[in-house]
């Protein structure tokens, strides 16, 4: 990962990983993740939160929870990641249909679905095939194995369809 910064005491940074987690030599996606280090070091665990909508970011939804967390647990790590596709994560934006000056402001209509899923299409070519529930899974475990440190209890928390990514994530890496 490259560290981007401090963002409100929390470490940010970026990193790549496949577009295709089953295709060697392939291209990459940008993930975002975030970080808050415990005052405690080395840190017991970490706890990775990943937030669900489908879409939502967790970049910009646990702020609050991690600025309260330390105050009760201080020897945890705890991370943050936006799945492929959403937040700051090689976001999957329709530009013209999002904006906000159009009928349905930033929120696409009904009408503007077949005309966003082309415009998705003309700028990701095949790589839009890849962003799935699976090929965020394995960007999850690919981050964690990047990140986990050897003695540290690794725990993962999702809300919503971050719960869903989860339970996929371990049926694809029952040994992590």
């Known amino acids: 990962p490259r560290l981007m910064g401090e963002q409100e005491g929390m470490e940010c940074a970026e990193m790549d990983v496949p577009v295709d987690h089953g295709a060697e030599g392939g291209g990459t996606l940008r993930l975002r993740l975030k970080r808050l280090r415990a005052p405690v070091q080395p840190a017991r665990a970490q706890v990775w939160l990943v937030q669900g909508g489908p879409g939502g970011s967790s970049w910009e939804d646990f702020q609050g929870l991690l600025r309260r967390l330390p105050e009760t647990i201080g020897d945890i790590d705890f991370y943050t990641i936006d799945h492929r596709g959403t937040g700051a994560s090689s976001r999957l934006r329709c530009p013209v249909q999002e904006d906000p000056a159009r009928e349905g402001g930033p929120a696409l209509t009904d009408a503007e679905y077949p005309e966003c899923a082309q415009a998705l299409r003309q700028l990701w070519g095949d790589a839009l095939d890849h962003f799935s529930t699976e090929a965020a899974a394995l960007d999850l475990a690919y981050a964690i194995d990047r990140m986990s ?28």
Do not use: H
Not at 153 to 174: F, K, T
């Open 149 to 176: 440190q050897l003695e540290a209890l690794v725990c993962v928390w999702g809300i919503s369809y971050g719960a869903c990514l989860l339970q996929r994530c371990l049926r694809l890496r029952p040994e992590r």
